[in-house]
C-alpha cells in the first residue's frame, strides 16, 4: 500500500542584511528530518553580502526580492508565494532543531481541529545560554489576557494552516515592530494556540538589529491593543483586560514622553486610555501610530 503524502510545509525565512545568518537559518531547515519542505527567503533590500550568499542556495531555496518595506511585509510577501498546506515561519538570526518541522505535522495530524501550534524554544544571548523569566513562559489555549502584557509566540516557533493566517489578515505593514504581537492578539482573541513543550528552536538575541531593541514599543502594543478593542468581537472578560493593560501601557508610554519633553505626545496617549473604559463606552479610534 502506498503511504500517504506528506503535507507541503513552506517555510518563510525573511532576511535583512543577515549574511551569515541567514545561511545558518537555512541550513537548519535543510537539516530537518521532514522530506515535504519548501524555504522561500524574503530579501528585503539587503545591501550587504545577503544576495551573494542566497545566490549559493539558489537550487535548495525559492529567493525573492523586494525594496526594504519592513519584516511584515516580507513574511506575507513569502506566504503569498507559498505552495504549502502549512507555512512555517523563522526569523533569520534563529535556527531550528532537525524535529521541528516532524513535530508540529504530527501535532496537527493528530489534532485536525488546530490552526496554530507553536514549540518550545531555547534562547541564546551574545552566545550564551540564557533562561526566560518567569513571565515570559509560554502558555497554551486561550492565551488572549497573558499575551496582552507581552509577546507570548515567537514567529520562529509558530507553523499554522495557511488559509487560516491568510483569514486572519496576515501581518499588519504599517507596523516596524510588535507586528507579532498584533497578529497573535487577533488570533488569540477567537482561537486557541497551542503549545509543543519540546523545545525546538534556538532563539538567539543580542545584536543591535534586533527589532525588539527598538526603543518606544509601547507605542506599536497600544495601537494592537486598540485595534482589537475595536473590532467589538472581545468577550467581557477580554475587553475588561485589555483596557486595564491599555491604560497601564499608555500610562507607562506617556510619562516617558513627558521625560523627553514630547508633551503634546504624552497628552495623546493619555487622551486614548481615557477614552477607554469598562462598561464598554465606545473607544477611542487610534488611526495612525
Known amino acids: 500500500m502506498t503511504a500517504p503524502k506528506k503535507p507541503l510545509v513552506s517555510v518563510i525565512i525573511p532576511t535583512y ?12 531547515v535543510l537539516a ?25 542556495l539558489k537550487n535548495r531555496v525559492t529567493v525573492i526580492t523586494q ?28 535556527q531550528w532543531l532537525p524535529g521541528k518541522i516532524s513535530t508540529q505535522v504530527a501535532f496537527f495530524a493528530s489534532h485536525p481541529e488546530a490552526l496554530i501550534c507553536q514549540t518550545e524554544e531555547s534562547w541564546i544571548k551574545n552566545g550564551k545560554p540564557l533562561l526566560p523569566r518567569a513571565r515570559h513562559k509560554k502558555r497554551s489555549g486561550m492565551i488572549f489576557a497573558p499575551s496582552l502584557e507581552l509577546c507570548l509566540v515567537s514567529p520562529s516557533a509558530v507553523m499554522m494552516r495557511k488559509d487560516f493566517f491568510l483569514d486572519m489578515g496576515g501581518f499588519d505593514e504599517s507596523l516596524p515592530a510588535c507586528e507579532d504581537y498584533d497578529l497573535w492578539l487577533r488570533i488569540s ?11 525546538l528552536v534556538i532563539k538567539q538575541g543580542g545584536h543591535d538589529d534586533q527589532l525588539s531593541a527598538m526603543p518606544g514599543l509601547d507605542r506599536y502594543r497600544i495601537y494592537a491593543i486598540c485595534k482589537v478593542l475595536n473590532t467589538g468581537r472581545l468577550s467581557t472578560g477580554q475587553h475588561n483586560a485589555a483596557v486595564a493593560m491599555l491604560r497601564q501601557k499608555c500610562r507607562i508610554y506617556a510619562a516617558g514622553c513627558e521625560k523627553r519633553c514630547r508633551r503634546e505626545e504624552a497628552a495623546r496617549y493619555r487622551t486614548i486610555a481615557a477614552a477607554y473604559d469598562n462598561n464598554k463606552t465606545p473607544p477611542a479610534p487610534l488611526n495612525s501610530l
Open 32 to 56: 530537518q528530518d521532514y522530506p515535504a519542505i519548501e524555504i522561500i527567503v524574503v530579501d528585503d533590500g539587503s545591501i550587504d553580502d545577503t544576495p551573494d550568499r542566497l545566490s549559493l
Open 67 to 94: 525594496e526594504n518595506r519592513g519584516v511584515s511585509a516580507a513574511r506575507n510577501a513569502g506566504v503569498a508565494h507559498a505552495r504549502g498546506e502549512y507555512v512555517a515561519f523563522l526569523d533569520s538570526d534563529d
Open 189 to 199: 482573541m477567537t482561537h486557541p494556540i497551542h503549545l509543543i513543550e519540546t523545545p
Open 17 to 28: 542584511n543577515r549574511g551569515p545568518m541567514v545561511t545558518e537559518a537555512v541550513a537548519s
